[in-house]
């Protein structure tokens, strides 16, 4: 990796008024500082704020980051992970990008000026911080992906099996005669590049289904649009009779709009959604769920990321991309729409 001594030997200064023109600046000519810049910019240099005290080596942290500090899934990851990585002597620091690779950028630029070992990322969207991932594993950085990952991202990774777990939501809710099904988000290569979101519509081709226009909405996952979503289909004039949302935390929003119509589930509206959370089993009729094992994921995560600072081949060898299976979990939730019911009676 460059050092101040690469800069100041590129911009033809001594390393002090190299270390100067980010200290001090305005103690430099114009012309002085353009030169250390334009050296900094063109090497990559990025000052190390740990370097006198480690002396260039790296430390025993691990970096993670998360979608979203709030959401439930986040935060079980992060323990289990955690836990794992400490038995293994790593500490842990742990940020969001909010599912932004834009602010993903920053996070990953803070993490490195405290020189930490290994990168556990749940990729934001976005191209902006591809180059700098590939930077920091050429500097020695272990980057290990989980949960979402950019289409031919070069490294390790640990992700649930979306495509299959959206296939058997769409079965279940077609099973019980639901045909106007929507998702709470549309698939869109920037701001919801989802396997979630683009395998709904094919799950839909397969059974003979069609997404009508006016279902589709490219969206956050997050519990705020997923409410006036929610809201904006259920005004509808032909509105979905079930939902499946991509997140728990998108549930939660659809619930308070379903609640806030004066609407029952699933007398009146199916509700299925990814992630087991607590409140999905207390409510009343519980919701049905499609589980993530969370744990195991995590678990498998941090073993990569140990295996790969450590220089452990073996241990990586045939498992640098794991995928893992969700777990349709039935409840009360869903059941056959109102009109299939009456013509039933």
Known sequence: MPTIQDVARLAGVSPTTAKRALREPDKLTPQTLTRVQDAIEKLHYEP?????????????????IVGSIVEPFFAQFARTAARVLGRAGYAVMVSENEYSAARELGELRLLYGQRVAGILLRSGYGGESRDYLKRLSERGVSVVEFDYAAPLSPFPSVMLDNAGAMRSA???????GHRRIAALGTYDPVVHPEERSRTFPQ???????????EYQRVTLLTEET????????????RPPTALIAMAGTQAVGAYHAIRERGLRIPDDLSLITFDNY??????EPPVTVLEQPVEAMATAAAELMIASLEG???ALEGRRHQVFESCLIARGSCAAPAELALKAQ
């Open 170 to 176: 769409v079965e279940h809710l077609h099973a019980r």
């Open 312 to 314: 452990d081949r073996a």
């Open 226 to 237: 997923a409410y006036a979503l929610t809201h904006e289909l259920l005004a509808l004039p």
């Open 278 to 283: 607590p409140w999905t089993a207390l409510v």
């Open 48 to 64: 190390d704020v740990r370097a006198g005290s480690l002396r260039g080596g790296q430390s025993r942290t691990v970096g993670l």
């Open 203 to 213: 799950a839909m081709n397969r059974l003979g289904l069609t997404v009508p226009p």
